[in-house]
């Protein structure tokens, strides 16, 4: 069988490539992961895979990260997942350790049993905050995701810039976001579906919900609309 050549006559195969390799990259990734587990040995073994974070739908928003619990079947042993979007590779190299911190986070709530996020992992609690501090991360209240949004710390900067420097070196490409599918409802008459961590949700008008947040009488947290992926964006 007759390999495949390029315009100038080198072979190209899936695993090597000039100018860009994408092992090297998970690599280096993975490299990072594990940093983060010699630090806090409760973080668990992963499947790290990059892929897509461009939204499916229009209300959506780009995704950085995703942790799945026991997505991947080892021999006898289940893995859990964490997804780096290929278009959040973009970014500076501090911002992509952000992300696996992150992701780290929810891996360690998965660990300890602890339910961190509601409303299929899109709005972020306390507990979520709290855990973002263990792993060097300073999370700031947003009004529809929680405490999703964080900052990397000057300490976990120090802590791991040879990490922070590897990703500086191996982030050489990254993936176009894809077009929303699906058009966005012209119509705002129906209003806002909005949910708190208990699960009691409301309608409101748009006008209504801009005015301030609606904290549930039960579980004392906000009402946020119903219009945001999970994961981290």
């Not at 990260?65 to 997804?83: C, D, I, K, M, T």
């Not at 500076?92 to 350790?97: F, G, I, K």
């Amino acid at each position: 069988m007759t390999k495949a050549k390029t315009a100038i006559g080198k072979s190209l195969t899936g695993t090597c490539q000039d100018g860009f390799s994408p092992a090297a990259l998970l690599a280096v990734l993975e490299g990072c992961w594990s940093a983060i587990r010699e630090r806090h040995l409760e973080v668990p073994q992963v499947v790290l895979v990059v892929a897509s974070g461009s939204p499916a739908g229009p209300k959506q928003n780009l995704k950085w990260g995703h942790f799945a619990s026991l997505r991947w079947q080892h021999g006898e042993q289940l893995l859990p997942e964490v997804l780096i979007s290929g278009e959040g590779l973009s970014r500076p190299a501090d911002e992509v350790l952000k992300t696996l911190l992150h992701e780290a986070a929810h891996a360690l709530a998965d660990v300890r049993s602890i339910k961190d996020t509601s409303r299929q992992g899109r709005y972020h609690n306390e507990k979520f905050a709290k855990l973002a501090r263990e792993l060097g991360l300073e999370p700031v209240k947003d009004r529809k995701l929680g405490w999703s949004p964080c900052t990397l710390t000057d300490p976990a900067a120090r802590k791991y810039r040879t990490q922070i420097k590897a990703l500086s070196a191996a982030l050489r490409a990254y993936r176009h976001a894809e077009p929303a599918k699906g058009k966005e409802r012209s119509s705002s008459n129906n209003g806002l579906s909005c949910t708190c961590d208990c699960g009691r949700k409301i309608r409101l008008s748009r006008k209504v919900f801009d005015l301030g947040p609606i904290d549930c009488g039960v579980c004392d947290t906000p009402f946020t609309a119903d219009n945001s992926d999970g994961g981290e964006s």
